[in-house]
């Protein structure tokens, strides 16, 4: 078992992450759909940045740890067919919590949100953040030496004191394959 992870084994656990696991693949479609193997561009009227979310990114943003890997993880997930055997969660309690507000990532990429600066949240530092202009979802992300920002972390924002940070007015992907450009949002 990894450092900080327990495994999914109470009844209680098992019923929490059965009751959220439709959230989780809510998200994991939209992830699926939208966002991976695309370079995501997002613009305030200030600031541009580029974001990639990779599969080895995604365990970690829900706050799971998969014993067969982040690719088994990822192929097991869209199939929905996850082996609860292998399957571990963040010992801080915050796993549902991240599963719960992951499926408002639709709302994050495409509807009003906001772009803020580094900083530090219940332990976890960022270089950067995007979140739901409602205090739902934030997902920091740190700087990669290829240019890109990863997303390191996802927070649960309800009733949490978060920067206001920049309206974001634009966002696009385009395909890492076929250079397809798809807006996801734009109110320019």
Request: no cysteine; proline share 2%.
């Amino acid at each position: 078992i990894p450092k900080g992870y327990k495994t999914l084994s109470s009844t209680e656990d098992i019923l929490i992450f059965n009751k959220l696991s439709n959230a989780l693949y809510v998200s994991v479609d939209y992830i699926d759909n939208k966002l991976l193997g695309k370079q995501i561009f997002i613009f305030t009227k200030s600031k541009e940045i580029t974001m990639k979310i990779s599969i080895k990114n995604i365990p970690h943003l829900y706050g799971l740890y998969y014993g067969y890997g982040s690719r088994r993880f990822w192929s097991d997930l869209k199939k929905r067919r996850l082996d609860l055997k292998k399957l571990f969660i963040k010992k801080d309690g915050t796993t549902f919590q991240k599963i719960s507000a992951m499926q408002s990532i639709q709302h994050l990429f495409e509807n009003e949100s906001r772009l803020i600066g580094s900083g530090i949240y219940e332990r976890m530092s960022f270089d950067s953040a995007i979140r739901t202009n409602k205090l739902i979802l934030l997902i920091g992300l740190v700087y990669s030496e290829n240019g890109n920002f990863v997303p390191n972390t996802v927070l649960d924002i309800k009733r949490k004191k978060i920067d206001t940070g920049e309206d974001i007015i634009k966002i696009y992907t385009r395909d890492i394959k076929t250079g397809e450009i798809s807006f996801l949002k734009n109110f320019e």
